[in-house]
């Protein structure tokens, strides 16, 4: 770290070092932590644009709050990397998302100053509540604070918290991060409540300005009051937060730093649940992520100085074969609805939402809702398809089997991001989702191995009548071009895509599953082994199991997904249950979290390579 870029950053290994600063210098060190950011993830690429809309809140926070013994949750974890900086961890900022690097959320393993692990949203408040309820109940006299931003309020769970805080008396303070902005647009009625809010600044100066002039007249505290609450009820519309159990505060400034010191000071001597309205504004600082903070919240290594992020032609991803996929068969069908919780982006709806307006249904971060308002949808003849990530479907999970399987209704699940993520990291790989499908009544489960495989596999789960799930895993493929045309598989039915050419020795099947078809074609010209791409986990290939059974003397089963439970525990349960002969080694992800990294270190340290398919047959 060059002292003249930082002069102030450099001296402050921890909040406590920052609370030795002087209130007149957290300015400069407000200034001198977003250049960091800046100069910093442009070469080693992260989360961008939304830590440096938390910059001031972050140093506030920590300068007002006495951390790490009062408790900061930050909710999901983008916003957090101005909190990593400042808490003991600012020389390894370069490392995050790597391999052996820092974790791209807060994790409790990393610091004592991440009191809670994120990567899925609204969950701080609840968190956070809890650590409060502790502290009354063991007579600790600890400050207690969620910081939420406006996407993730869209999460029933946040309501539910706010709900039960209301019943306590817990010191619980929940500051809403408004920056109007989550991974994508934010949708829905509260978006709309908050913009509402934001917009009567007129109450707020006259709030402001009635209590600087009558403050210390005692005698005239309870009109003010009562004038406060009449003003509220004819500029604002209903406060919310108020009639929930919080004392409601704001909005103001998150970008104006002497402001948010005295507000956060006086609010810290309050007792009870506490509610800070913060307006920020995402990539504040750095004007093309301020324009653009959609295409700044994740970044590649960039120059900061062209006002654009590098451009290259790429082939498609798996996401891209879906949106293309989506949008040509509601060209062809008008009761084809698509479905996302708050990943238009992400998941690749946004020419869909662009063509087919109507029949584009953004639900906000609520999976739950997500996957029973596509039951309700086809309860009434519509073809839903219900678009959402391994890991947040598993957030909607009851909802699958009550709503959705056991009524054995027609819902196609678009599961995007099985298997490993790469630099996101445990919380957001999708390591469980074949094991918790496949346990489930009346679903079909299909694991594509390339492009063209993944765009017939949603054809055939879209003319399939009943629940399907089509599980592709994040990124670029082989490059294969998908075929234009539709062409609907078997139920069931896999394919041989490699024969052994062996007459005598030990002969090897591989039966692999979606994403590990190409690992063990690798291998397979190793070993000549011969090749299944299984194509479907539920109902399973029973028959072409029992052929390559009666002429091999081992299975290797090979997955992206979770050893227990998974694809390969399948193969075992038919063997078993038929009776086969035949040897099986089933290779997977370890019974683990697997850790952030690039996917190619990841799997080889999980032993998913085609090395380790020979090793196992050697």
């Not at 004038?227 to 704001?250: D, I, Q």
């Not at 509601?330 to 698509?338: F, I, K, P, S, T």
Request: a negative charge; proline letters at 4%; aromatic letters at 8%.
């Amino acid at each position: 770290m060059s002292t003249d870029l930082y002069p102030l950053l450099k001296q402050i290994n921890n909040p406590h070092d920052l609370r030795e600063l002087n209130k007149s210098q957290l300015g400069d060190v407000a200034n001198e932590l977003r250049q960091y950011l800046i100069n910093t993830i442009s070469q080693c690429g992260g989360h961008f644009a939304a830590g440096l809309g938390t910059v001031e809140l972050t140093v506030a926070l920590h300068y007002i709050f006495n951390t790490p013994d009062d408790r900061i949750v930050w909710d999901v974890g983008h916003q957090a990397y101005p909190h990593k900086v400042l808490t003991e961890r600012r020389e390894q900022l370069h490392t995050i998302r790597q391999t052996d690097g820092l974790h791209p959320f807060p994790v409790r393993s990393e610091s004592e100053y991440d009191t809670f692990a994120v990567g899925h949203s609204s969950t701080s408040i609840s968190a956070a509540l809890g650590m409060a309820l502790a502290a009354k109940q063991s007579g600790e006299n600890r400050q207690c604070v969620a910081v939420i931003g406006d996407g993730a309020l869209t999460g029933g769970m946040a309501f539910e918290a706010m709900n039960h805080a209301a019943d306590t008396d817990a010191n619980l303070l929940v500051i809403l991060n408004d920056n109007e902005m989550s991974i994508s647009e934010n949708v829905g009625g509260m978006n709309r409540y908050l913009a509402k809010l934001l917009a009567g600044r007129f109450y707020q100066r006259v709030r402001e300005t009635g209590k600087k002039a009558l403050h210390g007249i005692k005698p005239l505290s309870e009109f003010v009051s009562r004038a406060e609450e009449h003003m509220k009820g004819m500029m604002l519309p209903s406060t919310l937060f108020e009639e929930l159990g919080f004392n409601y505060n704001g909005p103001i400034d998150g970008h104006d730093l002497p402001t948010l010191l005295s507000t956060l000071s006086n609010i810290k001597s309050l007792k009870g649940p506490q509610f800070l309205h913060v307006v920020t504004r995402k990539g504040k600082g750095y004007e093309p992520a301020e324009n653009d903070p959609i295409a700044y919240h994740g970044v590649p290594i960039f120059d900061p100085k062209i006002d654009e992020l590098p451009k290259g032609v790429k082939p498609k991803t798996y996401s891209n074969i879906f949106g293309d996929f989506l949008c040509d068969i509601a060209a062809q069908d008008e009761r084809v609805m698509g479905i996302t919780p708050a990943m238009r982006e992400g998941s690749d709806l946004i020419r869909f939402s662009k063509e087919f307006p109507e029949r584009y249904h953004d639900v906000g971060i609520a999976e739950q809702h997500a996957v029973t308002v596509s039951a309700g949808l086809a309860c009434e003849g519509f073809k839903p398809v219900c678009a959402i990530y391994s890991t947040f479907l598993q957030r909607g999970y009851d909802q699958l089997i009550h709503d959705v399987a056991l009524q054995n209704l027609d819902v196609l699940f678009a599961v995007d991001r099985g298997g490993l993520v790469g630099g996101d990291g445990a919380t957001h790989n999708g390591a469980f989702d074949l094991s918790y499908l496949r346990c489930i009544p009346n679903m079909v489960i299909m694991a594509p191995s390339d492009e063209n495989e993944c765009r017939q596999c949603l054809y055939t789960g879209y003319l399939y009548e009943g629940p399907v799930a089509v599980r592709y895993p994040r990124g670029m493929g082989s490059g294969i071009e998908p075929e234009k045309h539709f062409t609907a598989f078997e139920i069931g039915k896999g394919r041989l895509v490699k024969e052994s050419t062996k007459q005598q020795g030990e002969k090897v099947a591989i039966l692999a599953f979606g994403s590990m078809v190409k690992t063990a074609l690798e291998a397979a010209e190793k070993i000549d082994a011969t090749v299944a791409d299984m194509r479907f986990v539920k109902p399973l290939d029973e028959q072409l199991i029992r052929e390559l059974a009666d002429s091999h003397d081992l299975f290797i089963t090979i997955e992206e997904n979770a050893v227990q439970g998974g694809a390969g525990s399948a193969i075992n349960e038919f063997i078993l249950n038929n009776d086969l002969q035949i040897k099986v080694r089933n290779l997977g992800l370890p019974d683990r979290f697997i850790e952030h990294g690039s996917t190619g270190d990841l799997l080889e340290r999980i032993g998913l390579t085609a090395d380790d398919i020979v090793k196992v047959v050697s």
